[in-house]
Structure formats: structure tokens, C-alpha cells
């Protein structure tokens, strides 16, 4: 699961990307000034309220993929050296593939619902989404720490 949400996260990153090429091309905005010279019509100056909102969706996309990213690294990493008893392991896999998959469709969501302003659905699918990350995080932290205890 965790593979095809991730795979499914590289697909977001392309639609965003094209949602923000097709709202700069509408406002007739070109992200660098060498490329008014190939363009007609535009500018690096033009902007759009559209523009403006696919700009903040695409950032936004990257910040949260910064952030889950590291959670999901530190969760597959403690999974793998902390639980060998098989109930443990399938516990732990039922865990992180939820949170994987809540992140993912929260995300995919996210993105349609930001382009069309509804409030307060985008906070909500923000919400799940940060909170998913904060739980693997958490989870990958504390399995680690349980681990490598110098004590143990």
C-alpha cells in the first residue's frame, strides 16, 4: 500500500503541475522572463486570481509531500527493525497503511477542493492529511526509541 500511495503522490505532483502550467497560460504568465521572447502575449508580471490560488495548491502540495516523506521513511525503517512476531507486524502494517492511504486520498481530495474554495473542507482534508504525517512520524519515533534504548 504504502508503494502505491507514494506512486499515487508522484501523479498529484503532475496533475498540480499541470493545473498551475494551464492557470499561468490562461493569465498569460510565463515563469521566466527568456521565455516571453518564444511566447506571444505574456509577461512575467501577468497574474490571475486562478493563477495565484493553482500557485498556492502547488506549494502546498510540496510542503506536505516535505513533510510526509521523512514520516513515512522513519515509519517503514522502524517497522522493519522493530517487529519480527508475526500479530505485531501485521498490527504495524494495518497501522502505517491506513495513515499512507488516509494521507494519499486526503491529498488527492485536497487538491480540487482548494481550486474550488470550499471551505471548510480544504482545512479538513489539511487536517487529515498533517495529522496522518504526525502519526507515522510519532510512530516511527517511538518504535525506534523502543529499539535502540541503550538499556535494552
Known amino acids: 500500500v504504502a ?3 507514494l506512486g499515487a ?7 498540480v503541475l499541470s493545473f498551475t502550467t494551464r492557470a499561468r497560460r490562461a493569465a498569460g504568465s510565463v515563469a521566466a522572463p527568456e521565455d516571453e521572447k518564444f511566447l506571444e ?3 512575467t508580471g501577468a497574474s490571475s ?3 495565484e490560488r493553482a500557485h ?11 513533510f510526509f516523506l ?12 522493530v517487529y519480527t512476531s508475526s500479530t505485531w507486524s501485521w498490527i504495524a502494517a494495518l497501522y502505517g497503511s491506513f495513515f499512507i492511504a488516509l494521507w494519499t486520498i486526503a491529498r488527492i481530495a ?3 477542493v482548494y481550486a474550488l474554495g470550499l471551505q471548510p473542507w480544504r482545512t479538513i482534508l489539511f487536517l487529515l492529511g498533517t495529522l496522518s504525517s504526525v502519526a507515522l512520524g ?5 518504535a525506534a526509541l523502543i529499539n535502540f534504548w541503550p538499556f535494552n
Not at 57 to 63: G, S
Not at 138 to 142: D, E, I, N, S, T
Open 3 to 5: 508503494y502505491a500511495c
Open 9 to 15: 503522490q508522484i501523479l498529484i505532483h503532475f496533475l
Open 41 to 43: 502575449n505574456t509577461s
Open 49 to 51: 486570481a486562478a493563477l
Open 56 to 66: 498556492r495548491i502547488h506549494m502546498n502540495t510540496l510542503e506536505a509531500t516535505a
Open 70 to 81: 521523512p514520516a513515512v521513511i522513519s515509519y517503514l525503517g522502524a517497522t522493519q527493525v
Open 110 to 112: 485536497y487538491v480540487p
Open 138 to 142: 510519532v510512530y516511527g519515533f517511538f
